[in-house]
């Protein structure tokens, strides 16, 4: 049985702190991909699922934020809009912390947050995902088990009685 780690995607283009803490997330059995600007984290989330992005506030040409709102908005069929996103920021601000978690980010970290925290905080982003997609499968579920699943029959005059009740 293998053992799958969780991919992370890290934007953040200051260089140096991305290769110590994708270093410190492998350490963690985490798998973990950079992408330097916010286009290339645009193009790799096209191209790829992740588990998880954690992305910098303040980058030169797309901010976080803006990734946050582009991943949100569902508008690229082949981004995950609901992957899980943690905003990770040198600057401690609360105004820029409420705006992210209102746009959808599952939590915000700063730079100066040691390792243990991290981890904590992305397993905790990770979990209460799984929870939430849990909670829609067995939703639609719900919604597909019918009070008519206990009628028996396929055929076509069973199929329109059961077509009529539903309206």
Known sequence: MS?????VLLIEDDASFAERLSRNLALENFRCDVATTG???LDRLAAQTY???????????????EILRRIRSGADPRVDCAVPLVVLTSVNDVKTAVEAMRGG???????E???????????RALEQSRLLNENRFLKDQLARTTEFSLLIGQSESMRRIQ?????
């Open 113 to 123: 947050s040691e390792r243990p925290e991290i981890v904590m905080r992305l397993h």
């Open 163 to 167: 077509e009529e009740i539903a309206h």
């Open 39 to 41: 286009r290339d984290a």
């Open 51 to 65: 588990d998880l992005v954690v992305t910098d506030i303040r980058m030169p040409d797309i901010d976080g934020l």
């Open 3 to 7: 053992v799958q780690y969780p991919s």
């Open 105 to 111: 980010a599952a939590d915000y970290i700063t730079k």
